[in-house]
């Protein structure tokens, strides 16, 4: 039987990395807003631009979670 061994990397590598997931998932959420609001404008059905945005308010979530997490294990 084969093991896998998970080696960890640095705290501030994985802090960097977080931080890093954090920002750019606000920048991907201020612009896809910023697509739907045109799209509406437009009067475009903005049913898959909504549901995209969606999915990553999720992911955002998840990033900021992970960055709490991360954040805990240096206290």
């Known amino acids: 039987m084969r093991r896998t061994v998970r080696i ?3 705290w501030t590598e994985r802090h960097a990395q977080a ?3 954090v920002d750019d998932g606000r920048r991907i959420i201020d612009r896809q807003r910023v697509l739907i609001e045109r799209q509406k404008a437009l ?8 549901t ?4 990553f308010e999720r ?3 998840i990033f900021e979670g992970d960055l709490v997490r991360i ?3 240096r206290e």
């Open 8 to 10: 960890m990397r640095p």
């Open 19 to 21: 931080e890093r997931h």
């Open 43 to 50: 009067g475009s059905d903005t049913a898959e631009s909504e």
């Open 52 to 55: 995209l945005l969606a999915s």
């Open 59 to 61: 992911s955002q979530a």
């Open 71 to 73: 954040l805990q294990e």
